[in-house]
């Protein structure tokens, strides 16, 4: 098995996926200047810039505000390849828009060789249990991993389920699928009506194969959908998504001089009237927060009113059989398909390579992926309402005139 610097950060995520994503790559040696054996498995640097050969100093390119922890493995790992190799090491430099740092490697080696050892030892007797991480959400093995948890009973999907909440249940005797549907009224007594429906329905719907509104569903009404695409590296908010009446209105920053004039452009066309307004998850919410206080723009006292997050509305009141509740899972679930390839993390990559090549291209992909992700938003509302619909539901948690 060859492992590679840019495998550590997935490993140190989850295991299982980092063995399913190396013996799944093609590795080629071709271009290895750096490689090292240990605990039976070859490791090789894979630096994104040499800045010279005697001694070696590479430069690593990050993307995050700050280091974690998962770097100062993958810093270890590269001093300790590139020095294993019989070269003398310079700087490890780990540089992203917000830090450039020449990584004091060293006294991260123990650590990395006993993550690699534990790593690799498990690799041989395929011993990676699932456990539910930040990766599971853009995972390509998620569907398996969720198959699996469901022959074997396992909880690991159940949302809300995890830390000292999974810990108490256990302590009450609540491991599985079946004990949670079960037991619901231990559940209860230990969580609260609120959190114990969430579970317990969750748990039902995954057993059944079905979706489950367990909670009275809001009317809908016609709005419009907002979705934001950033460039994370710089802080950067350059395109702004709505879908109008079927019609997809993007608003586009080239620069980012351009960001402040394309926000207001965006924040005029919202106020032209004052139905709702849809998004997935806070992200745009708090963007727009962020940008009115950046710019010094006072936003409309009521825009946030209209602000409807669909992912909540899911989230409080619908069970469903899915690994997460991300829109393009959802939204896949119910038949929606994206034209495109991209997602949450891919779409940044995307970008950058628009700014290097300036390549329109890419720039009518993103835009495409932009208005998949607005029309999915609009799809999961019209779901919604069906729903609404076929259960005869009259209640409404969420006003129809909102303001
Ligand atoms: S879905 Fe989650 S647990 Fe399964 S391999 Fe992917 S990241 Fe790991």
Redo the contacts with the bound molecule.
Sequence with gaps: MTISNRDIKTIY??Q??GK?DICSSKKTNSTVLFSTDVFGCELVVEPDEILSTSPVVVKMKKSGKKLNNYHFIEGAFIGYVIESAGYNVGDIIFESPHYSTSMNWRVYVTKMLSFLSSFCEHCGNDEFG????Q??RT????S???RETLQTDST?FIRGLKGGTSEKLRELGIESLNDIVSMKEVLERELGREKAGRIFYQAQSILGNKCIPFKPLPKLSNGMYLDIESYTPIDFDYLFGILDDNTYVPFLARDPLEERETFESTIAYLMKDNRPVYHYHSYELERFRKLAKKYKINLPNHLFGRFIDVYKIYSECIALPL?SYSLKTIARYFGFNWRTNLNGFVVIDSYKDYIDTNDENILSEILRYNEDDVRATAFLVERVNQMREMMNINDSYISDTPG
């Design positions: 995520f989850c299982r996926k399913l699932i456990v539910k991480n990766l599971c995972c390509k093995y998620s398996d991993c969720f690991a690994p």
